[in-house]
Each structure stands twice: as C-alpha cells, then as structure tokens.
C-alpha cells in the first residue's frame, strides 16, 4: 500500500496529505496519480463540506521528483506529452473540485508545488514559508500550471517570476493574492480549523454553488445571457429546500438546520 499521500476522514471534513517528506513532497507518477484519484473520488462525495490538503515535513512541495526527472529525460515528445497530460488531469481534479478545498502549506513551494497551491480555494501559509517558480532554471516552463497560477498570482507578477524564476516570500505571496492568510507555525492548525469551521457553517448546496459562481462569471464578459443566468442561479436557490430554511431560520433568528 503507498505511503504518498496520507487521507482521513473526519465528519464532512477530509484532510488529504502529502507523506513524502524525504524528498520535500515532490511529484512523481505515483503521487500525481493517488492526487488525481483522491480529488476525483473525495469530489463526488456528497456529505463533504471542505477538504484540507496539507504535507508532511519542512516542506509543502518542491515540484518535481528528481528520479521522475531524471526518467524524463530520455522521454520521446509523445511521452513526455502524455507525462505532463497527467499532471494536467491532476490540476484540473483539484481546481474543478465542488468541496472547497484549503491549503495549509507548513513550508517551501516549489515549481508544480506553486501550481498546486494555485488551485486550491483557500490558502494559508506558515509567515517563513518561500515560494518559487523555479522552471527556467532549468531551461523548462510551467506550463501546465500556469492556467491556476496566473489566475492566482495575477498576470504581472506572473510576468516576473516565471522568467526570473526568483524565490519570494509568504509575505509577498500573500501580497499578491496567492496566499490568502499568513500564520505562526504554531498557530497555522489554528488558522485552518476557524477557515473549515467558517465555510461548515454556511449552507452546503449554497458553498458548492458560490465556488461554481466564482469560477463562471470571473472571466465571463458582462452580457445579457450572463445577467439571466445569474438571476436563474439565485432563482434556483431561493426556491430550493436549503435556500427556504436558511431564510426562515434568519427571519425566525433559529439555528439553521445544516449546523
């Protein structure tokens, strides 16, 4: 049984871990594999409000494995193509996930490891934690994370730092908009838990939708159609079992009943 990534189960919260401290939680096949899967499976389940992913170690994650690296290097265009598809499906688990997901990232990031960050919905970072989009370095680019970064990072500060492949700060991460939460490290578990506790506390159907709502009108241009399908979605809501407790429990200041 692998020991790449470490998943528990608590209620509606699950907490998925990266557990390959020895090589600072870098990606190989096997990893990005079990990722995949566990964002695919833990996404389709109904009862979960809220997924914590967190590494073991001093690091969170510092991209590439170096032996993943080394095997790549005698890949032909198509099997390097089908390598970094992956990778890609990998992203795409996590970013497309319905349950919020939220990063508590306890150290370094690296390359991928900044891309994995990018696609979660909440970040929180420990304050001495350094980032880096290390890929020109070695004469690479990060491609398949640059979708989820970009968004995240912003498109000028992607500028810099994908072509001077420069280490930065939690602080200046958090500046730009990767990091939405600085922490001691002895208050980062802390930080995290009022995050789930806070998004538990909001109606389940109604915390889907928001990250759905986000990620549909964020580059959307402002049309009629897009206007219509607003209305539906707050129409649809409104009219739904949750959306008509939720308001009758605020008008008759009862507990609503999800809590």
Same mark, same amino acid.
């Given at each position: 049984?692998?020991?790449?990534?470490?998943?528990?189960?608590?209620?509606?919260?699950?907490?998925?871990?990266?557990?390959?401290?020895?090589?600072?939680?870098?990606?190989?096949?096997?990893?990005?594999?079990?990722?995949?899967?566990?964002?695919?499976? @833990? !996404?389709?389940?109904?009862?979960? =409000?809220?997924? +914590?992913? %967190?590494?073991?170690?001093? #690091?969170?994650? $510092?991209?590439?494995?170096?032996?993943?690296?080394?095997?790549?290097?005698?890949?032909?265009?198509?099997?390097?193509?089908?390598?970094?598809?992956?990778?890609?499906?990998?992203?795409?688990?996590?970013?497309?996930?319905?349950?919020?997901?939220?990063?508590?990232?306890?150290?370094?990031?690296?390359?991928?490891?900044?891309?994995?960050?990018?696609?979660?919905?909440?970040?929180?970072?420990?304050?001495?934690?350094?980032?880096?989009?290390?890929?020109?370095?070695?004469?690479?680019?990060?491609?398949?994370?640059?979708?989820?970064?970009?968004?995240? @990072? !912003?498109?000028?500060?992607?500028? =810099?730092?994908? +072509?001077? %492949?420069?280490?930065?700060? #939690?602080?200046? $991460?958090?500046?730009?908009?990767?990091?939405?939460?600085?922490?001691?490290?002895?208050?980062?578990?802390?930080?995290?838990?009022?995050?789930?506790?806070?998004?538990?506390?909001?109606?389940?159907?109604?915390?889907?939708?928001?990250?759905?709502?986000?990620?549909?009108?964020?580059?959307?241009?402002?049309?009629?159609?897009?206007?219509?399908?607003?209305?539906?979605?707050?129409?649809?809501?409104?009219?739904?079992?949750?959306?008509?407790?939720?308001?009758?429990?605020?008008?008759?200041?009862?507990?609503?009943?999800?809590?």
């Amino acid at each position: 049984m692998s020991t790449a990534l470490n998943i528990t189960l608590d209620g509606p919260i699950a907490r998925v871990t990266l557990n390959r401290p020895e090589v600072r939680n870098a990606f190989n096949e096997g990893l990005i594999a079990e990722l995949t899967e566990a964002f695919t499976s @833990l !996404g389709a389940r109904p009862e979960l =409000r809220a997924i +914590v992913l %967190a590494a073991a170690g001093k #690091a969170f994650c $510092a991209g590439a494995d170096l032996n993943w690296m080394q095997a790549m290097a005698g890949y032909s265009w198509d099997e390097n193509h089908a390598d970094a598809t992956r990778l890609a499906d990998m992203l795409w688990a996590i970013y497309s996930c319905p349950v919020p997901v939220i990063a508590r990232v306890q150290g370094d990031v690296y390359a991928g490891g900044v891309g994995l960050v990018a696609c979660c919905d909440l970040v929180v970072a420990v304050e001495g934690a350094g980032f880096c989009l290390s890929e020109a370095k070695l004469g690479l680019l990060p491609a398949t994370i640059g979708p989820y970064v970009v968004r995240a @990072l !912003g498109e000028q500060a992607s500028r =810099r730092y994908f +072509v001077t %492949a420069e280490r930065f700060s #939690a602080t200046e $991460a958090h500046r730009l908009g990767l990091v939405h939460e600085l922490a001691p490290a002895e208050t980062l578990d802390e930080r995290v838990d009022a995050l789930v506790a806070t998004i538990t506390a909001n109606g389940p159907a109604a915390v889907r939708a928001c990250k759905q709502l986000v990620k549909d009108v964020a580059h959307a241009p402002l049309t009629p159609a897009l206007r219509d399908d607003t209305a539906r979605r707050i129409a649809d809501i409104r009219a739904s079992a949750e959306g008509r407790a939720g308001v009758q429990s605020f008008l008759n200041k009862t507990p609503v009943p999800w809590l």
